[in-house]
């Protein structure tokens, strides 16, 4: 049975893969397939993707649509940041963390493992295993503050030194995550397919911005500890197995930062879990809403009024409050699903490059002007990362047909001789196969709407990718005239 390792950078974008920056990955893109038009899901934050890349589903299939989130029908009172806390209060609870099978449950019923490490948020690292605490599987989730099955921090504590304080950049942990992987994971756990994930070069990004001389450098760290991985498999492993390199989404740097608690309360908005007040999670560079008893008359007048703000980007409303005049339904990019906001608003954005010229400036509700920042629908943030090698790819191949971060989990199954689920929203990727039609026929097309307000024509779009009844979104704005 072949292997399956995945190799994540939290927040890579294809800009920044060269010889000087990314020598590792930049020589391993150029030997395997490198999926040029690959997206991720909306909101472009990190826990998100991270679900969709485990289940092959969008947002509104598996529940989780952000790093904060609304979830009334566990706690209608307060927003929940998506963290192993809180996952763990809500797997006490009996209440669903995702509403999709994951890559962990699917492979299990195969008698196949699953085991993954990484040293981003303890909400990422919980998502790769819900939890199950089976411990005849060599199936689980690692992470400086915790483990799934809890049993395998005392067996790491025991083979490895303790685990670095946090820090930016977060290199020394991922060294020690590197080496937690090659000889725990890889060699003795020995699991069907295997995950470890770079914090970097988010978490310096965040901090100093895209292009910053430390974002440059931890990145240059992450790409060293990969070479040291494939140096680790050998030169044939990719013969007989696969390696694919992921990203969660793009990025781009803050533009302006909003306040937004205090912009709805100065603009006549109550705050709160009452009827027609409002729950606001903030994701970065996208909002999501829920109103009180979602009451239609706030959501319209709430809408009205974010269209006339210059900060504001694409609207969209869910079917409690919704159709809304000007705004685009969250069924229509995979968002509507049982656990979705009323409303959901991407900030402004633009092609811009900043002083490191990289391109894409965006609105945000935290961090700082000229920092890094993601979440919205910028196109800049939406394209991300995807290359794999293996004995089904092609070599060095460029794929140029859109691809997403919901088709990993299908072409993994796929690679494994599982047949895919039908309700999964992703595709198997085998335009990129050996084997595969030189040419592959997909379709692009824009959701558009608008509305009248105050003198000013509001006009938003949406404009999409599909093939082979797998959705994209490309990019999504709006303009005021």
């Known amino acids: 049975m072949s292997k399956i390792v995945i190799v994540g950078f939290d927040g890579l974008q294809p800009a920044q893969i060269s010889k000087s920056l990314t020598p590792n990955v930049h020589k391993f893109s150029t030997q395997g397939c490198f999926f040029e038009d690959h997206h991720c899901v909306f909101p472009s934050v990190t826990r998100v993707n991270i ?36 996952f ?70 025991t083979r490895f030194e303790k685990w670095p304080i946090e820090d930016v950049p977060n290199n020394r942990r991922f060294s020690l995550a590197m080496d937690i992987f090659t000889e725990y994971v890889l060699k003795e756990k020995n699991p069907e397919v295997a995950l470890i994930w770079s914090s970097e070069p988010d978490k310096s990004q965040h901090a100093y911005g895209v292009g910053h001389q430390i974002s440059e450098s931890a990145l240059k760290h992450a790409d060293k500890e990969f070479g040291r991985l494939l140096e680790n498999l050998g030169p044939n492993f990719t013969d007989e197995n696969t390696v694919m390199i992921v990203s969660d989404h793009g990025y781009s740097t803050i533009s302006d930062v909003i306040g937004l608690e205090d912009v709805f309360l100065s603009s006549g ?72 906001p009323d409303i959901v608003f991407s900030f402004s954005w633009d092609s811009r490059p900043n002083d490191f010229n990289y391109h894409g400036f965006v609105g945000a509700s935290s961090g700082g002007v000229n920092l890094g920042m993601h979440g919205s629908m910028s196109p800049h943030e939406m394209n991300n990362v995807l290359i794999c090698k293996g004995p089904k790819f092609s070599e060095n191949k460029r794929v140029l047909t859109p691809s997403g971060n919901i088709d990993v989990l299908p072409t993994i199954l796929d690679n494994l001789g599982i047949e895919v689920p039908e309700s999964i929203n992703g595709r198997v990727l085998k335009e990129a196969y050996k084997n595969a039609q030189n040419e592959v026929v997909f379709n692009r097309r824009s959701l558009r709407a608008e509305r009248e307000i105050e003198g000013f024509s509001f006009k938003q779009e949406i404009l999409l990718s599909e093939l082979d009844g797998s959705m994209y979104i490309d990019e999504g704005s709006s303009v005021l005239e």
């Open 51 to 86: 679900a969709s890349l485990m289940t092959g589903m969008h947002p509104g299939g598996h529940g989780l649509l952000g790093n904060n989130f609304i979830d009334t029908t566990y706690d209608p009172t307060r927003v929940i940041p998506a963290s192993n806390i809180e």
């Open 88 to 157: 763990d209060h809500m797997k006490q609870s009996k209440h669903r963390i995702l509403y999709a099978e994951t890559m962990y449950e699917i492979l299990q019923k195969f008698n196949m493992n699953y085991m993954a490490i990484g040293v981003g948020t303890t909400g990422n690292a919980y998502i790769h295993h819900l939890g199950n605490e089976d411990e005849t599987f060599n199936s689980g989730t690692i992470h400086p503050e915790f483990t799934n099955p809890p049993h395998l921090s005392e067996e790491i504590l």
């Open 269 to 340: 908005f109550s705050l709160g879990p009452d009827r027609g007040e409002l729950l606001i999670a903030l994701n970065g560079g996208s909002v999501l809403i829920s109103i009180g008893e979602s009451d239609k008359t706030v959501a319209d007048n709430l809408v009205s009024w974010l269209m006339a703000q210059p900060w504001c980007g694409t609207i969209l409303t869910g079917d409690r409050v919704g159709p809304l005049e000007g705004t685009i339904s969250l069924s229509d990019i995979g968002l509507e699903g049982c656990r979705s």
